[in-house]
């Protein structure tokens, strides 16, 4: 099982950015899925962004549509490290972030890290 740190959360203003990083106990190159996600409030946890690495089907991301043109997830291989660079936050986007990663039949998830879009 890995162990996932994030960090990069913080207070931002509506239009603002911010890159969340999650570091990861070993290598993730060949992690199966890695993931952000996140949950507000009361809310229930919603994905976020996804990086599936599919045997057959290789390399591929996903975005939930509320975040889509303003959110980009990447990896650095050889940090180990899965970031999430989000622009033009806005208030809706509040929430704690959470980094997860699927391997070998294994779930593993971060602590979370706060973002907070506020004026």
């Known amino acids: 099982q890995v162990q996932l740190v994030e960090s990069g959360g913080g207070l931002v203003q509506p239009g603002g950015s911010l890159r969340l990083s999650c570091v990861a106990s070993?290598?993730?190159?060949?992690?199966?899925?890695m993931a952000w996600y996140r949950q507000a409030p009361g809310k229930q946890r919603e994905l976020v962004a996804r990086i599936l690495n599919g045997i057959t089907s290789g390399r591929s991301t996903t975005y939930r549509d509320s975040i889509k043109g303003r959110f980009t997830i990447s990896t650095d291989n050889d940090k180990n490290t899965m970031y999430l660079q989000m622009n033009s936050l806005k208030l809706e986007d509040t929430a704690v972030y959470y980094c997860?990663?699927?391997?070998?039949?294994?779930?593993?998830w971060g602590q979370g890290t706060q973002v907070t879009v506020s004026s």
């Open positions: 070993r290598s993730i190159t060949d992690i199966y899925a």
């Open positions: 997860n990663a699927v391997h070998g039949g294994h779930v593993s």
